[in-house]
């Protein structure tokens, strides 16, 4: 039989009698609410609390035995009146009902129930306390279920991707358990899903994961929705994400374009989302495993025994049969796979290098201390040009450190070399002087590389017909000097410039376009005469 102990019940009528509210009585003396409610209308009524108080015969609720009582009538309820405060008892009635216009001016400002409680005590001289302020903005700030939309696609659009944790998994070599990382993709139409697990993620990863999807699949969609992780989105933007270079160069080759969801926005890509959890509850669950291929092994199985076979919660369709209509609707695969790449930026050396894994390679055209991009292949790399993206240099890629690849048109200068540039120059000037260069060069070797640089730069100031007949005249005396062969040059020229000169102070006498001198006698006889006759001057 239950009974209410007498200090509770005490306790209860005087916490009524000084208008405490049921939900801070029943909080306190940890009585409930029905209890509470039945003292309340037994104080409000003067009923004497003697009597029983439980529905059920036998029971009683006091310390005496009223058995034989029967428990009180209920207050009469509301006979429609139109001011429902009224109707409503005084102990269900909320303190802050008074002020209710007031508070909620202040919940639509965004103010807190702290705040609207100490303004209430200082402005209102509010004698209640905080909570009934709090339940009471608590109610005002009720929201309305957010809408949200249907997202359908027609087969072949839409594939959904992302990362989630998979089942506890052994690490290589030790005795530890870890969770790797779970990659899921999911066809939007059908909700058939590739699933895979590795352990750690990287920009290759990410991309290996999707080609591996597409294969599976047979065929890809025409867009992949992602979240803006860093092996994807390299810089989130709500109108010009940017995607990293080699994500997008794999999803370009298999004709897919990216679109990242906004940040924060999960509900974009529910169908993963849902797949992940569906995955992570169902297939992985409690499960460990010795190894991650028993795992991918596992998820394979599950996929194809239980997930694809299964009729979809929303759909009320088996998902391989939606697979079976989806697949004729996917993108046709290349016959060969992309050629993965990692990307890095490395600085233009004074020498014009770069240095890549501690090999060098020549980066010319590009200018000295600049960047370019470097792409690094399995057996080349590339070098561009990070502002038009265009490839400036392809080298074969070095299979040991120290190695160098450069070209000879990339050395600025190199004594062994030398030999072949100063004859090529020579030989631009004329054939005297390339001969005159080969026998300095038979004669002395590469010591001889000085006197042909000084010969070879004597066409920096003189004409190359001057500097001809100078190693004419050179190889007739059999003259190596460069000192007198330069004295011959400048003794022509100065002997040319001079015999210019000369002829240009010469002046023509007779020409068919120069009149006599009768002509002109005759011109100013007739005009000093004043006869105003104008002679023919052409008679």
């Not at 209640?128 to 359908?152: G, M, T, W």
């Not at 005297?432 to 004669?443: S, V, Y």
Request: aromatic share 8%.
């Amino acid at each position: 039989m239950n009974v209410l102990q007498p200090n509770k019940k005490a306790a209860i009528i005087t916490l009524l009698t000084n208008g405490v509210s049921q939900r801070e009585i029943g909080r306190k003396v940890r009585v409930d609410r029905k209890t509470i409610r039945k003292y309340a209308r037994i104080t409000e009524g003067n009923v004497p609390v003697t009597g029983s108080l439980s529905k059920s015969p036998g029971v009683a609720t006091g310390s005496e035995d009223s058995s034989s009582q029967n428990p009180p009538p209920r207050p009469p309820a509301s006979k429609g009146s139109a001011d429902e405060e009224e109707s409503m008892p005084a102990h269900a009635r909320s303190a802050c009902e008074e002020h209710r216009p007031w508070i909620e001016e202040q919940v639509r400002l965004g103010r807190n129930a702290v705040a609207i409680y100490q303004d209430l005590v200082e402005r209102f001289a509010f004698e209640h306390k905080y909570n009934s302020v709090k339940r009471f903005c608590r109610a005002l700030r009720r929201k309305n279920p957010i809408q949200y939309d249907r997202l359908e696609f027609p087969p072949g659009e839409e594939a959904q991707v992302d990362y989630g944790l998979g089942a506890l998994t052994r690490k290589p070599g030790t005795n530890t358990y870890r969770r790797p990382r779970l990659f899921v993709m999911t066809l939007k139409y059908s909700r058939r899903c590739f699933r895979k697990v590795v352990w750690q993620s990287s920009q290759v990863v990410w991309a290996k994961l999707h080609e591996e999807a597409f294969r599976y699949f047979g065929g890809s969609t025409s867009y992949v929705v992602l979240d803006n992780l860093k092996e994807g989105v390299i810089k989130p933007d709500l109108y010009e994400p940017e995607l990293n270079p080699l994500y997008a160069l794999v999803l370009a080759h298999y004709g897919v374009v990216a679109d990242p969801a906004r940040v924060a926005d999960p509900d974009r890509k529910g169908s993963v989302e849902n797949a992940i959890q569906h995955t992570q509850n169902t297939a992985l669950k409690g499960r460990r495993f010795e190894s991650i291929e028993e795992q991918n092994q596992w998820l394979m199985h599950w996929e194809e025994r239980w997930a694809a076979v299964r009729i979809h919660g929303r759909m009320k369709r088996q998902v391989q049969e939606m697979f079976a209509e989806e697949k004729p609707f996917l993108r046709e695969l290349p016959l060969c796979s992309f050629p993965y790449f990692s990307q890095e930026t490395r600085t233009v050396q004074d020498d014009g290098t770069i240095q890549v894994h501690d090999c060098y390679y020549a980066a010319l055209p590009a200018r000295l201390h600049t960047k370019v991009i470097v792409r690094i292949y399995d057996q080349e790399i590339e070098i561009i040009d990070p502002r038009t993206m265009e490839v400036l240099r392809r080298h074969r890629k070095g299979i040991r450190k120290g190695m160098v690849f450069m070209e000879e048109k990339d050395l600025i200068f190199n004594p062994s070399r030398q030999t072949c540039y100063l004859l090529a120059q020579a030989a631009a000037i004329g054939p005297c002087t390339e001969k005159l260069c080969k026998q300095l060069f038979e004669g002395e070797g590469r010591l001889g590389h000085r006197r042909m640089r000084g010969i070879v730069a004597l066409a920096r100031k003189h004409c190359s017909v001057h500097i001809e007949q100078a190693a004419r005249i050179a190889l007739e005396r059999g003259i190596y000097t460069c000192k007198i062969i330069r004295k011959l040059v400048t003794d022509i020229t100065e002997a040319d410039l001079a015999k210019k000169d000369k002829a240009s102070a010469e002046f023509t006498q007779e020409h068919s376009l120069i009149r006599s001198p009768q002509d002109y006698a005759l011109f100013f006889e007739t005009h000093a005469a004043g006869n105003g006759r104008k002679p023919n001057m052409l008679q």
